[in-house]
Nanobody, 123 residues
């Protein structure tokens, strides 16, 4: 059974930083591209960042470029999202997802999803 478990969400002031983690189990982690998506109240889920199986290809939404960094540890079956210079508009539930294809990573056609972790950025 595949499981993706996010952690690290919290309430933080604008300008602050958070590091989200996603622990994967039940799949060959190094064979999967990993993505982070988010969904704010009343809005559709949107792409945040994605990383290929090897880490050689990384993609970011324009809204987070230069502030967020996605990394992965294939030895530990984890993917991370370092979020700096947080803004109130970053407030959302953040989801990690796994996809066994290397392309179209910015679309939400992923094979597995976690339950999400709440990030709230106050002014």
């Amino acid at each position: 059974q595949v499981e993706l478990v996010e952690s690290g969400g919290a309430l933080v002031q604008a300008g602050g930083s958070l590091r989200l983690s996603c622990a994967a189990s039940g799949l060959s982690f190094s064979n999967y591209a990993m993505g982070w998506f988010r969904q704010a109240p009343g809005k559709e889920r949107e792409f945040v960042a994605a990383i290929s199986w090897s880490g050689g290809r990384i993609y970011y939404a324009d809204s987070v470029k230069g502030r967020f960094t996605i990394t992965r540890d294939n030895a530990d079956d984890k993917v991370y999202l370092q979020m700096n210079s947080l803004k109130p508009e970053d407030t959302a539930v953040y989801y990690c997802a796994a996809r066994n294809k290397w392309y179209d990573l910015e679309f939400d056609d992923y094979d597995y999803w976690g339950q999400g972790t709440q990030v709230t950025v106050s002014t």
